[in-house]
């Protein structure tokens, strides 16, 4: 299983960005997926998830109202699309996936997912 994200980069406070994550190796709409991120010096938090057919999604409190988790299962994508950008959101922003199928709940911590892209950079300055 391999994850690919991109779209990070540098914005200003209040601008938007969106991130993708292309996934390959297996069934990719059986799977739940999720965006988690990680500033210097802290842990990998949880961002947002979303169920395998797209019709759950659940976000941390911190963006509720700003980022929102969407997938293309005909092309094997998520998104987050980030608006409302605070400095706070700077981190790097890595794509997961668990290793079992069709789960009942949601995942929201590091040892829910198996599989983890690249991570992409993400820098909102002030």
């Known amino acids: 299983v391999q994850l690919q994200a991109s779209g990070g980069g540098l914005v200003q406070a209040g601008g938007s960005l969106r991130l993708s994550c292309t996934a390959s190796?297996?069934?990719?709409?059986?799977?739940?997926m999720a965006w988690f991120r990680q500033a210097p010096g802290k842990e990998r938090e949880f961002v947002a998830a979303?169920?395998?057919?797209?019709?759950?999604?659940y976000s941390t409190t911190s963006v509720k109202g700003r980022f929102t988790i969407s997938r293309v299962n005909a092309q094997n994508t998520v998104y987050l699309q980030m608006n409302i950008l605070e400095p706070e959101d700077t981190a790097v922003y890595y794509c997961?996936?668990?290793?079992?199928?069709?789960?009942?709940?949601?995942?929201?911590?590091?040892?829910?997912?198996?599989?983890w892209g690249q991570g992409t950079q993400v820098t909102v300055s002030s």
């Open positions: 190796g297996r069934t990719f709409s059986n799977y739940d």
């Open positions: 997961a996936s668990p290793s079992d199928p069709r789960r009942a709940v949601l995942a929201r911590t590091v040892k829910g997912y198996a599989y």
């Open positions: 979303i169920s395998d057919n797209g019709f759950t999604t």
